[in-house]
């Protein structure tokens, strides 16, 4: 079940333009995503939703820059899956609108 459920928030995530898979290795219920948001927005975002998001790895890696280490157990249902999804989508959205206006000032 962690699993499978790992493996669709992973496929969820990867989907939305911007954000990757750090690594390519097999995982089990733990992954890694590189993010176009830097980590301490995402953070931000995740706060006013909620919910607990992913543990960013630039603070100790920083070579890692905008990453976020996932982890999906059996606890989670798909609806906690999906809106973690809705948040990293609605974080890329604002982000993006932010820098275009930076662009036009």
């Keep these: 079940l962690c699993l499978q459920k790992a493996h669709y928030a992973y496929r969820q995530i990867t989907a939305i333009p911007g954000f990757k898979a750090a690594f390519n290795g097999p995982f089990f219920d733990e992954f ?3 993010s176009p948001v830097p980590t301490a927005q995402l953070q ?5 939703a ?20 996932f982890c999906v157990t059996e606890t989670r249902t798909r609806e906690d899956i999906d809106t973690l999804v809705s948040v990293l989508r ?3 959205k604002t982000t993006q609108a932010t820098e275009k206006v930076e662009v036009k000032a």
């Design 44 to 48: 931000q975002h995740f706060a006013r």
């Design 90 to 92: 609605e974080a890329s």
């Design 50 to 69: 909620g919910i607990i998001g992913g543990y960013p790895l630039d603070e100790a890696y920083p070579e890692l820059t905008n990453a976020m280490l």
């Design 32 to 34: 890694v995503i590189q």
